[in-house]
């Protein structure tokens, strides 16, 4: 599920995107006579990395998950990082400035659903959220496509470096659906390390994370699932 997920009870807080969803037990409201468990779908994506990914040979890294926000689930010595109050890697709320709406988070700014949107628009494509037409369109090099794309490229390489800076962590797995696209994650990375290499103090004194493309993509949250669940019945590691 989008939004905070409270454990152990699996209360559902806020909801994300699905607001509704907000105070929910769904295992109760489904009252299946199966195990149900019930998981952040950032957090669950990180899960899939650590079971059978891109990060099951890392002891620190991160998944970010870019869809209709921007979903992250942190991994520290070969575990996933709740928090204090279940809300670690929520990265839809870091803000670019002091405002009272979300209209400089990264939430909005790093959605991938938006991104392809204005793309879209751009191009004046008959389905403005058509993700596989506008790749094309990016793969192919089109300039009106790219501009938008980059400057995408460019918010995702500032949440990276931010991130780095307070984890100190080897690798990052970008998630979600637009991750199947290989151009992602590499104009991603392409983007951090222009700006890393380009800011003498900050190349002289950290050392970049790993920028790496998910294994599993828009199926990451599905497999998370299936490991969170197994971790409840059978606590397996």
Do not use: C
């Not at 991104?115 to 959220?129: C, F, N, S, V, Y």
């Not at 990016?138 to 995408?152: H, K, L």
């Not at 984890?167 to 392409?190: C, F, K, L, Y």
Request: net charge negative; proline share 3%.
């Amino acid at each position: 599920m989008p939004g905070k997920v409270a454990h152990p009870t699996d209360t559902i807080k806020g909801g994300g995107s699905l607001t509704f969803m907000d105070g929910v037990n769904l295992r109760d409201e489904l009252q299946l006579d199966l195990p149900v468990a019930v998981e952040n779908d950032g957090k669950a994506a990180a899960l899939a990395e650590l079971w059978l990914g891109e990060l099951n040979d890392v002891a620190d890294g991160m998944a970010i998950v870019l869809g209709t926000g921007v979903g992250g689930g942190l991994v520290l010595n070969g575990e996933l990082v709740y928090g204090t109050h279940y809300q670690a890697g929520e990265l839809s709320f870091i803000f670019g400035q002091i405002e009272t709406g979300m209209e400089t988070s990264i939430g909005l700014h790093g959605s991938a659903v938006e991104m392809i949107k204005r793309i879209g628009t751009q191009l004046q494509l008959p389905e403005i959220d058509d993700g596989l037409t506008v790749f094309e369109h990016i793969n192919a090099g089109e300039p009106a496509a790219n501009e938008i794309f980059d400057a995408y490229a460019n918010q995702i390489a500032l949440l990276i470096q931010n991130i780095q800076a307070i984890t100190d962590i080897q690798r990052i797995v970008i998630g979600g659906g637009i991750s199947a696209q290989p151009i992602v994650a590499e104009r991603i990375r392409e983007k951090y390390l222009a700006f890393f290499n380009g800011n003498e103090l900050v190349k002289a004194t950290l050392t970049p994370a790993e920028i790496v493309a998910g294994k599993f993509a828009n199926d990451a949250n599905l497999f998370g699932a299936v490991y969170h669940l197994l971790m409840q019945l059978n606590q397996e590691v």
